[in-house]
């Protein structure tokens, strides 16, 4: 006999979400969930994503690197804000019932739920075409949520990690490719960089439609320009040994689903950077500067300009 909707949520849900957040009144399992409000000085941040299968991920990827991804890309989108995960609820629209997948996917969403203490407050499982939305709750102080808005002439502009992996990974083959695959199916929130920055960042976005596409929503927000050295990219060894020189910037500059923050800052803050880098066990790297005026200009180390590569972000429709 096939469980049903409620016995699936409460199998499923219901049962990895117990709590002992004393914020959260009443967790799932109610017709809603039930939240303390943040204390006075904290303020809320919401997000929410829909992940629709062969559009955003291959309906065959492995149910586990599914539900992995549509919980990180979301928790990247809180790390942008410098916002701490709190809660989350899950809609989870299924073609057929396969519990073998299910239990899969919550193995995977479950993990990164857990790894940085968020609750799931609420799920809902309907009948359709292969479809994930997760809409995503945290807390940051107020005076400290860090925007898109906030760049200024003269900062100095950083990213996390290496850029172009997870873009790589759609055309890359053999089995030199598994790390590019693993970025794509497996993205890294960097919740901790984005609590790290709360106080030093002057604006932050994260990397989900390429970098030229991202940093253009700094420069448009904050009114103003900025110049990328290429050379000073961040790209992987794995990358690197994939292709040549240009390609591997051009997938750089234009690679969605990489996830990594990118950040403008004072340039006093370098070496408060390299430490913290080294503490999270994660590098940053200074890309460029931010300028008067509008636009981004590439150039290389030695002062030539780059040309703009032809696919700027991901363009949804
Ligand atoms: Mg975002």
């Not at 929410?48 to 928790?75: E, Q, R």
Request: proline share 4%; glycine share 8%.
């Amino acid at each position: 006999m096939s469980l049903n909707e409620f016995e699936l949520v409460d199998l499923y849900f219901k049962a990895q979400a117990q709590t002992s957040d004393s914020d959260v009144i009443l967790g799932i399992g109610d017709d809603a969930a039930l939240i303390q409000p943040p204390a006075t000085g904290e303020v809320l941040a919401f997000s929410v994503d829909t992940l629709v299968a062969d559009i955003h991920f291959h309906a065959t990827d492995p149910a586990h690197a599914i539900g992995y991804k549509a919980l990180a890309v979301n928790f990247s989108d809180l790390a942008a804000m410098g916002a701490t995960p709190r809660y989350v609820l899950l809609a989870l629209t299924l073609p057929t019932l396969d519990e073998a997948w299910l239990a899969e996917f919550c193995r995977g969403f479950f993990t990164l739920l857990k790894e940085h203490r968020a609750i799931l407050i609420g799920g809902d499982i309907t009948h359709g075409p292969l479809s994930i939305t997760v809409q995503v709750t945290g807390t940051v102080p107020r005076t400290q949520a860090l925007t898109r808005a906030g760049a200024h002439v003269g900062d100095v502009i950083y990213v996390t990690g290496t850029l172009g992996d997870a873009a790589a990974a759609l055309t890359a083959r053999g089995a030199q490719c598994g790390p590019l695959v693993q970025r794509l199916q497996y993205p890294t929130a960097r919740i901790n960089w984005g609590l790290a920055l709360r106080g030093h960042a002057h604006a932050m976005i994260d990397i989900s439609d390429g970098l030229l596409a991202d940093l253009g929503h700094i420069c448009e927000q904050s009114k103003v320009g900025a110049r990328i050295n290429v050379d000073r990219l961040p790209l992987s060894s794995v990358l690197r040994n994939e292709m040549d020189y240009a390609s591997a910037l051009n997938l750089a500059l234009t690679g969605g689903d990489d996830y990594e923050l990118c950040f403008t800052i004072a340039p006093t803050q370098a070496d408060w950077l390299q430490q913290t880098a080294q503490t999270l066990n994660c590098p940053v790297q200074c890309i460029g500067e931010i300028t008067a005026g509008s636009g981004i200009d590439l150039v290389t180390e030695t002062g030539e300009s780059w040309p703009e590569p032809t696919k700027s972000g991901y363009q949804h429709f």
